[in-house]
């Protein structure tokens, strides 16, 4: 069974720009989440969604949005990019959501110059 | 809100050394608790979990007890390889009536094992 697949791998932008990151969930999981982790604050959580709906939000600015495909697969969007935007992207998928165990992809290394 | 507070090391161990790593939470419901691993340039792994108080979660040599009273779920192993190096992520999920999911994790402890 594949695991969850994100591309690209890497990304370089600049400054004021947007970037699009894609996130490929485990075949059958319904539920993606999407984390950002950076030196300073670690990971945190940016958004969650389940059946095409967003269910929960992480306290980021409005830059940061996010969409659910009916296969599932899921985009984040980050707008008028920030230097402070540089973090490593991690998306994971689960079967529903709730209490059960996420399974992560590898992640999106961005970097904006 | 939830929180999770873990020791943020760095930890350097010899090789077959003993391994304890603290975490602590606070949540609002009943949390379901992981340790997550992560290796250098990947994802995190999820490494074992409990989902209610008592619970004993176990993995590759790894093992944690959810325990309520104190609210901890110290990640342990009896004897570390120098292939466990990596950093932990000590996290918890609570749902609240299934539509609220999301991980809240600890600040990650960097583990190092020489031999």
């Known amino acids: 069974k594949a695991g969850v697949t994100q591309t690209p791998r890497y990304l370089i932008k600049t400054r004021g720009q947007q970037v699009t990151l894609s996130c490929s969930p485990i075949?059958?999981?319904?539920?993606v989440s999407w984390y950002q982790q950076t030196p300073g604050q670690g990971l945190q959580f940016l958004f969650e969604y389940f059946s095409e709906t967003q269910r929960n939000k992480g306290n980021f600015p409005g830059r940061f949005s996010g969409r659910q495909f009916s296969n599932s697969r899921s985009e984040m969007n980050v707008s008028t990019l920030e230097l402070g935007d540089s973090a490593l992207y991690l998306c994971?998928?689960?079967?529903?959501?709730?209490?059960?165990?996420?399974?992560f992809g590898q992640g999106t290394r961005l970097t904006v110059v | 809100g939830n929180s999770v507070t873990q020791m943020e090391g760095p930890v350097t161990l010899s090789e077959e050394a003993f391994l304890t790593i603290n975490c602590t939470y606070t949540?609002?419901?009943?949390?379901?608790l992981f340790w997550y691993v992560q290796y250098p340039g990947e994802g995190l792994q999820l490494l074992l979990k409990?989902?209610?108080?008592?619970d004993k979660g176990s993995n590759k040599g790894f093992e944690a007890t959810y325990r309520k009273e104190t609210t901890s779920f110290h990640l342990e192993k009896g004897s570390v390889q120098v292939s466990d190096s990596a950093v932990y992520f000590c996290?918890?999920?609570?749902?609240?009536?299934?539509?609220?999911?999301?991980?809240?994790f600890g600040k990650g402890t960097l583990l190092t094992v020489n031999p």
């Open positions: 994971a998928s689960s079967p529903q959501g709730g209490n059960t165990e996420a399974f």
């Open positions: 409990a989902t209610k108080a008592d």
């Open positions: 949540a609002t419901g009943y949390p379901s």
């Open positions: 075949s059958g999981h319904r539920s």
């Open positions: 996290a918890l999920s609570t749902n609240s009536g299934g539509s609220n999911y999301k991980l809240t």
